[in-house]
């Protein structure tokens, strides 16, 4: 299924390697979110999410739609392992557990990866998803070699 060209965002994707932009290409749905990326002097990575209406889950409380969620998580998952582990391919996502911690109301949310595993044929990826300092969401993604 492709989405109307008019729902799609340009992906912001500064200072990413081959794979990661790759990845992004290959994923219309990453054009959807409107997934921002961008790296500070230091090096390190911010992946954003700035609401938009397509992204309501409850239009009274204004508030990201869980799927939203899972999938900015995913999505900042694959391209924290093709950063940090050395990769010749795009990795597989072969389980993943998602946990909403409270409404992620309108706004801009931000994710936070870390490995929690790497191992010989999985690597265990967890993101966090901050809406300003208070955490939201937390998933845990479990990829094969």
């Known amino acids: 299924m492709s989405l109307p060209e008019s729902q ?19 994923t219309p749905y990453a054009h959807f979110l409107g997934l921002a990326i ?8 911010c992946y ?14 204004r508030t990201f739609h869980g ?7 995913e999505i900042v998952a694959a391209l924290h392992v093709l950063e940090s582990v050395d990769l010749e391919q795009e990795p597989s996502c072969s389980s993943m557990t998602f946990d909403y911690l409270r409404p992620a109301f309108a706004g801009t949310i931000r994710a936070v990866p870390r490995i929690v595993r790497e191992g010989k044929r999985f690597i265990v990826v967890s993101v966090g998803i901050f809406l300003n300092e208070t955490s939201v969401s937390i998933g845990r993604f479990i990829y094969t070699r």
């Open 67 to 73: 799927g939203i969620l899972a999938s900015f998580g």
């Open 8 to 26: 799609l965002l340009p992906v912001y994707h500064a200072g990413l390697n081959d794979l990661q932009k790759q990845l992004l290409d290959d």
């Open 38 to 45: 961008s790296r500070s002097d230091e090096g390190s990575v």
């Open 48 to 61: 954003q999410l700035h609401f938009r209406e397509q992204h309501i889950g409850n239009p009274l409380l």
